[in-house]
């Protein structure tokens, strides 16, 4: 192993995660976590790993942009290498990788659209130039710069007003059925609990570090 990295190791000393900071559900922890991340930069930004039909696996970062009962939502390019991979197998993998903190979430479970009207509200959010791109973008093609720039010019002139949602964009929700908190302790002893949906509920346990 090189030594540049093999000399890298942080002490993780914060405060542990026990049996009594539980929650019934996972997402009302998610959300306490998600209160304490403070400061981090994109503290939103997970990672989606989706799997093709040949089996092989793939992660790209995504930005989180809703969490309630049913789980985890962000929205892209339906069309893309992530979404045509979503429409052939939902099961995929979500991670928040909140180092500064010595904690990770990692969550499983299944994606499934969300309505029309959801990803359209989301949509008229965003500002214009990021709603063109939407527009102008085959995500996951490949383009020329000039193919790009030339596509984004029509948009523009196709919507001198509103933008409306192109229908080959929208969101997504994770419904989770696997939900993983971990937390840095003193000597690798790690605290990890892992929820595992069960019937109506849920269940807990602690893993090994
Ligand atoms: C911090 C960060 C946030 C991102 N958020 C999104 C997002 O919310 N939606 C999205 O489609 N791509 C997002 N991207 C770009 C994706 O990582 C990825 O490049 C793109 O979605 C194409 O992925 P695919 O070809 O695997 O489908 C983000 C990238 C970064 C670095």
């Known amino acids: 192993m090189e030594q540049q990295f093999a000399a890298l190791r942080a002490e993780y000393s914060a405060a542990g995660l026990s049996e009594a900071d539980l929650t019934p559900e996972p997402v009302a922890l998610f959300r306490r976590w998600f209160d304490e991340v403070g400061v981090l930069p994109e503290p939103n930004a997970m990672v989606l790993s989706t799997v093709g ?27 893309s290498r992530k979404g045509l991979e979503l429409n052939d197998r939902p099961d ?16 499983e479970g299944r994606a499934e659209r969300v309505s029309l009207t959801e990803s359209a509200a989301y949509f008229a959010t965003r500002p214009r130039g990021a709603q063109l791109g939407a527009w102008a973008s085959p995500q996951s093609q490949v383009v020329s710069a000039e193919e790009l720039a030339s596509s984004y010019a029509d948009a523009e002139a196709r919507f001198p007003d509103q933008v409306p949602v192109p229908g080959h964009w929208g969101g997504y929700v994770v419904l989770p059925d696997v939900v993983e908190f971990w937390q840095g302790r003193p000597n690798r002893m790690h605290d990890r609990w892992r929820y595992r949906r069960h019937g109506d509920g849920w269940v807990t346990e602690r893993l090994a570090p």
Request: charge should be positive; proline fraction near 7%.
């Open 53 to 79: 039909v040949d089996g092989r696996p793939s992660s790209r970062a995504v930005l989180l942009k809703g969490v309630d009962e049913r789980g985890f939502v962000f929205f892209t390019n339906y069309d």
């Open 92 to 107: 995929c993998a979500l991670l928040f990788p909140w180092h500064p903190l010595q904690r990770q979430v990692r969550v």
